[in-house]
């Protein structure tokens, strides 16, 4: 598959299945924000562009390559909460709901700790 399509087209014996990119980036962000400990998904993929074009969805990036998902997530965890667990579960959610959601095959969700939230005094 081509690195810059926009749809990832399935053949199937009644006919094709195509599946946008973005709509793979909307479900793992749904799930990146189900998981206990995650502050936020962070900016620090706005504005950089991936294979060619803007990513309308900051903190998530989505690749295709021989018919598998490789989810980039950036995230920010809430103090307190231990980094690794939450990535780990971050990792589990994204990969679970991707894969049911879509019936592709996930290569890798990589996530990515851009900082720590601190919740404000009232």
Do not use: W
Request: proline share 1%; glycine share 10%; no cysteine.
């Amino acid at each position: 598959m081509a690195e810059n399509k926009e749809y990832i087209s399935r053949i199937e014996a009644e006919g094709s299945i195509n599946i946008s990119e973005d709509v793979i980036t909307m479900i793992a962000m749904e799930a990146i924000k189900e998981v206990a400990g995650v502050g936020g998904i962070s900016n620090a993929v706005a504005g950089k562009e991936f294979l060619g074009k803007k990513n309308p969805f900051k903190g998530v990036k989505v690749s295709i390559e021989e018919e598998k998902v490789t989810v980039d997530a950036y995230i920010l965890v809430t103090y307190g909460n231990s980094v690794n667990e939450v990535a780990k579960q971050v990792q589990t959610s994204v990969g679970k709901a991707v894969g049911d959601m879509t019936g592709l095959d996930i290569a890798a969700v990589n996530v990515h700790v851009s900082g720590v939230l601190f919740e404000k005094e009232k």
